[in-house]
T-cell receptor, first 115, second 110 residues
Framework: DAGVIQSPRHEVTEMGQEVTLRCKPI?????LFWYRQTMMRGLELLIY????????DSGMPEDRFSAKMPNASFSTLKIQPSEPRDSAVYFC?????????????FGEGSRLTVL | RKEVEQDPGPFNVPEGATVAFNCTYS??????FFWYRQDCRKEPKLLMS???SGNEDGRFTAQLNRASQYISLLIRDSKLSDSATYLC???????????FGGGTRVLVKP
């Protein structure tokens, strides 16, 4: 069975450029999460969706970040313009919101480097 | 104060020994608790849920202390393959928001 699929796996870009990260959740999962991980700050929740609707975006750092989920099988996280401090691993995860275990299934992450 | 706090370690553990570490959470209304494991340069994966009465999964034992607002993880008979970062995760009382601690790094050495 396919897990959470993220692309690109690695991205190196220059400051000021637009970055778009993509995520395909596990089929049937109705919750989708975007996390950012750095050595200094650990795993931070940026935003999460239930049934394609953004529920909590309080973790989105600033207006340069935006996330969309146009349908149940696709989400994007966009950074425009990118800055060096955005360098991190961005994880997408999905789950069943009604699931008893609360297990999140993570993608392999998108490693972003902004020069 | 962070919502979920962990000792970052590393905990250097001889193979075969027992290691235990805690995680504290700030929101007394938190609903559910989990331990995730993250290997170097990999994604986090669920290790085990933490139940009020405490629970075991093989060599791993998790405990919850609601009064003092902490959870713990104990690993018995440590294996080299247990070397990883262990992430404490707390689910909020409302919604489906999961908050991760900074992780505790465990290094098991021969």
């Amino acid at each position: 069975d396919a897990g959470v699929i993220q692309s690109p796996r690695h991205e190196v870009t220059e400051m000021g450029q637009e970055v778009t990260l993509r995520c395909k959740p596990i089929s049937g999962h109705n919750s989708l999460f975007w996390y950012r991980q750095t050595m200094m700050r650990g795993l931070e929740l940026l935003i999460y969706f239930n049934n394609n609707v953004p529920i909590d975006d309080s973790g989105m750092p600033e207006d340069r970040f935006s996330a969309k989920m146009p349908n149940a099988s696709f989400s994007t996280l966009k950074i425009q313009p990118s800055e060096p401090r955005d360098s991190a691993v961005y994880f997408c995860a999905s789950s069943l919101s009604s699931g008893v275990t609360g297990e999140l299934f993570f993608g392999e992450g998108s490693r972003l480097t902004v020069l | 104060r962070k919502e979920v706090e962990q000792d970052p370690g590393p905990f250097n553990v001889p193979e075969g020994a027992t290691v235990a570490f805690n995680c504290t959470y700030s929101n007394s209304a938190s609903q559910s608790f989990f331990w995730y494991r993250q290997d170097c340069r990999k994604e986090p994966k669920l290790l085990m849920s933490v139940y009020s009465s405490g629970n075991e999964d093989g060599r791993f034992t998790a405990q919850l202390n609601r009064a003092s607002q902490y959870i713990s993880l104990l690993i018995r008979d440590s294996k080299l393959s247990d070397s990883a970062t262990y992430l404490c995760v707390v689910r909020s009382a409302a919604g489906n928001k999961l908050t991760f601690g900074g992780g505790t790094r465990v290094l098991v050495k021969p």
